[in-house]
C-alpha cells in the first residue's frame, strides 16, 4: 500500500510541474498580447495638443468628421501617399481604391479597422 502510493507521488510531480508551468507560460502570453492596445487617435491628436474642436465644429460635437476635415490638416491624398510610400507591404494611401474616406481606415474613438482586409492580406497596422 505505502509503496504504491509513494510511487504515485514520484510519477505525478513532474506532470504537475509541466502543467503549472505550460499553465504560466500561456498566462504570460495572453498578458503580453493584451498589454499593448493601440492609443486611439483622438489620443494621438490630443497629444499634438488637439482637442474636439479641432475637428468638430459644432459644439458639443455630434456629427462624426470627414475626410475634407481631416485633410483641412494632413494636406492632399499625394501628400499623405507621400509620407507612407514607405510602408509595408503596399502604400494604404495610393491604390486602386483611389481617394476613400479617411474612415474606412481610421477612427478616431475606437480602434482603426484594415478597410483593404476585405480582399488582401497587407496586414496594415492602421493608426
Ligand atoms: C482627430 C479628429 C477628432 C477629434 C480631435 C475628436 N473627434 Fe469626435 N469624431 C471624429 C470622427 C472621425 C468621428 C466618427 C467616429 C469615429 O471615427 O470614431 C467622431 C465622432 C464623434 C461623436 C459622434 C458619435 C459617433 O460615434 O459618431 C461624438 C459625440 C464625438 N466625436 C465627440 C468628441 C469629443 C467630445 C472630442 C474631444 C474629446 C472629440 N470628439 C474629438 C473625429 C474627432
Ligand atoms: C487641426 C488639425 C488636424 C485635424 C483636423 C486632424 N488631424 Fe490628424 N494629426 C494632426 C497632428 C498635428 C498630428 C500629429 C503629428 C502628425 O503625425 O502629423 C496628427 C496625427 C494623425 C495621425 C498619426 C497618428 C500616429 O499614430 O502617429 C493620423 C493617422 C491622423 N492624424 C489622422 C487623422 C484623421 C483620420 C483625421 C480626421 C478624422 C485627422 N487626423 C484630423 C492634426 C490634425
Ligand atoms: C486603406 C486604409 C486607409 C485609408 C482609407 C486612409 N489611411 Fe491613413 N494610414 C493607413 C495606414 C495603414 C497607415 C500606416 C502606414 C504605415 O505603416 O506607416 C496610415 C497612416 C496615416 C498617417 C500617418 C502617416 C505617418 O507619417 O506616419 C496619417 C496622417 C494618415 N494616415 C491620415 C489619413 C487621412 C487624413 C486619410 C483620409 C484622407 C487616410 N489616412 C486614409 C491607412 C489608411
Ligand atoms: C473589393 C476587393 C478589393 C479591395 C477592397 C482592395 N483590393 Fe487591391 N486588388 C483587388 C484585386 C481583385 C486585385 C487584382 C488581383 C491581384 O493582383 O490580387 C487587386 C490588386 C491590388 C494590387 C496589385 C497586386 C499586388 O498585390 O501587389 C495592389 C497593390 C492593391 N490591390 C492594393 C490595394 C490597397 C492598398 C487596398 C486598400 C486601399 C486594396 N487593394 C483594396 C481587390 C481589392
Redo the contacts with the bound molecule.
Keep these: 500500500m505505502r509503496s504504491f502510493n509513494s510511487n504515485r507521488i514520484v510519477w505525478n510531480w513532474p506532470l504537475v510541474l509541466l502543467v503549472l508551468l505550460v499553465g504560466a507560460v500561456l498566462g504570460m502570453a495572453s498578458t503580453a498580447g493584451a498589454a499593448a492596445p493601440r492609443p486611439l487617435l483622438v489620443e494621438k491628436h490630443k497629444e499634438a495638443g488637439l482637442n474636439c474642436d479641432a475637428c468638430h465644429k459644432e459644439s458639443p460635437p455630434k456629427a462624426a468628421v470627414t475626410?475634407p476635415v481631416?485633410?483641412g490638416c494632413?494636406g492632399d491624398?499625394a501628400k499623405?501617399a507621400e509620407?507612407?510610400q514607405e510602408?509595408?507591404p503596399k502604400n494604404?494611401?495610393e491604390s486602386h481604391e483611389g481617394?476613400?474616406?479617411?474612415q474606412?481606415?481610421?477612427h478616431v474613438h475606437k480602434t482603426s479597422v484594415?478597410?483593404?482586409a476585405k480582399c488582401h492580406d497587407f496586414g496594415?497596422?492602421?493608426?
Design positions: 475626410a481631416c485633410l494632413h491624398y499623405l509620407r507612407t510602408a509595408k494604404p494611401h481617394e476613400i474616406e479617411c474606412e481606415c481610421h484594415d478597410y483593404c496594415f497596422k492602421v493608426p
